[in-house]
């Protein structure tokens, strides 16, 4: 009934007005079935929408960052409406005509990023009346002509770039500390180097959230709001592997929505470290395992959803990039809760890349005891079929809420999946579901539970691949109905 009353509520709310000015940026944008999905008029509020973020709690959009999503069309003089805006990174992607004088509305921006586009004309002299803006950068457009005078009245400017004629006009007016290098991958982040190094130097024991296994993690905030997180390497392992640098393009170069993106990598005199974006809720093992699950517990529904997301995450590391990847640490603790709970695959610093063939392995072992695959304990060799028994654990672990290496079935000389044949051996089904996964169909627990003990066969041959798990999971969450309305409906929260 609350349920209800709550879905009606929202139904009769409005759209806001930002909102209304972004369907009219992506009615410019030409945008497709396949684009902008998220972006509904039904909403009450743009703040959940793909590349919107907002402020709170008066819900106002202060960030568009929209690259690389193949939008053609224009940027339409809507985008004045959003006076609240402070960043908008609309860069590689198909855009034309002029940039909109409306622009000058949005008195707070500080970034514009809206390089290698087909923007034509001139730049707005208007321009030079955003009085915040420190990020300026059109290049690889077709613009024409010189940069109005009145951007060189804009005390904050510390990064101007645009190409005239060929020629780049760049201002970079903070210097770089003599040694650091920064290098950002496929979404180049819309602050220029001086001002990401100065946050990364001044991240202290007050900004850590959490410890990798390749080091320290840090949430590092810009002064728009933005928030990213950041691992502080251990440079003594780091300098072991010499293509440490290398890999990291590749993984640079990979995005998915169920994994985490690696926006870029800085090494200093004193550290070296890995930029990726900051997801809110934190990791699945903290909000399962932890106070989180008394305030608001993680239904069924919500735990499929994380299930289904985390091998679609899994899946695409596995099938869809070349040379494929093997994670080699699934585990809880590395998958990631945004705010609707879509999960996202983290911490490739342990992953190593499959060069040839489905026969190359790796040899380091790594990851947690009771994720890790009986092969991959006896002789450290890690394939695809070993991430796919680690999964099979993730799945037990979501239907039982224990760890793999619970106390319970730790002092039976058990882990969790001897444990779970011992039960189901003896029916005693009500003995392995988490009670707060509220009412389920024993035939779901059923289902989800085959799929795990298919993972988690001792014989890695006997294992399905992941794109066949993602299938089967599919098929039993999703069934039957698999269209996006119904995948939102079916995993109502």
Not at 407 to 418: D, T
Not at 444 to 451: G, N, Y
Request: net charge negative; glycine share 8%.
């Amino acid at each position: 009934m609350l349920a209800a009353l709550l879905l009606c509520s929202t139904a009769s709310m409005a759209l806001t007005p930002d909102g209304e000015a972004l369907l009219e940026l992506k009615l410019a944008f030409n945008a497709t079935a396949q684009r902008l999905t998220s972006w509904r008029p039904s909403d009450p509020n743009p703040c959940g929408w793909e590349g919107i973020s907002c402020s709170l709690p008066d819900l106002r959009v202060q960030s568009i960052n929209l690259p690389y999503m193949q939008l053609g069309g224009i940027v339409s003089p809507s985008i004045g409406r959003l006076d609240k805006l402070q960043r908008i990174a609309l860069h590689q992607n198909s855009l034309h005509g002029p940039i909109p004088a409306e622009i000058k509305n949005c008195t707070e921006l500080r970034a514009i990023y809206l390089r290698a586009n087909y923007l034509q004309g001139g730049i707005p002299s208007e321009i030079g009346e955003l009085v915040h803006l420190t990020i300026l950068d059109l290049s690889s457009n077709l613009l024409r002509g010189t940069i109005p005078a009145s951007i060189g009245s804009l005390t904050h400017l510390r990064f101007l770039k645009k190409s005239i004629g060929g020629n780049y006009v760049k201002m970079d007016k903070q210097t770089v500390p003599d040694g650091a290098k920064l290098v950002t991958y496929q979404w180049n982040l819309p602050y220029s180097t001086s001002e990401i190094i100065k946050r990364l130097e001044l991240l202290d024991e007050e900004d850590v959230v959490g410890c990798g296994g390749f080091g320290t993690v840090y949430k590092m905030v810009m002064d728009d709001g933005t928030s990213f997180a950041v691992k502080r390497i251990d440079l003594s392992r780091e300098s072991r592997d010499r293509t440490f640098e290398k890999e990291l393009e590749i993984l640079g170069s990979i995005r998915h929505i169920n994994l985490v993106n690696l926006r870029g990598y800085c090494r200093l005199p004193t550290a070296k470290l890995l930029i990726y974006d900051f997801v809110e809720l934190g990791s699945l093992d903290c909000y399962l395992h932890g106070d989180e699950q008394e305030d608001q517990p993680l239904n069924w529904n919500a735990r499929m959803k994380i299930a289904l997301g985390s091998a679609r995450g899994l899946a695409y590391l596995h099938h869809d990039c070349s040379p494929g990847i093997v994670h080699r640490d699934i585990k809880a603790s590395n998958i990631l809760l945004d705010r609707s709970l879509e999960p996202r695959v983290s911490d490739f610093g342990l992953a190593r890349l499959l060069v040839d063939n489905a026969a190359h392995v790796t040899t380091v072992v790594a990851g947690t005891f009771g994720y890790l695959a009986p092969e991959y304990l006896q002789n450290g060799h890690a394939t695809e079929k070993s991430d796919v028994y680690s999964f099979g654990v993730l799945l037990l672990e979501l239907v039982t809420g224990k760890r793999p290496t619970d106390a319970c079935f730790i002092k039976k000389g058990l882990n969790i999946v001897g444990w779970l044949n011992t039960l189901t051996g003896e029916h005693r089904l009500e003995d392995i579901i988490d009670e707060r996964c509220g009412d389920v169909e024993v035939e779901a627990v059923e289902a989800i539970l085959d799929i795990a003990a298919m993972c988690t066969d001792a014989d890695p041959g006997q294992r399905p691949s992941m794109s066949a798990v993602l299938k089967m999971l599919e098929e039993e969450i999703l069934s039957p109905c698999m269209s996006e309305l119904c995948y939102e409906q079916h995993l109502e929260l």
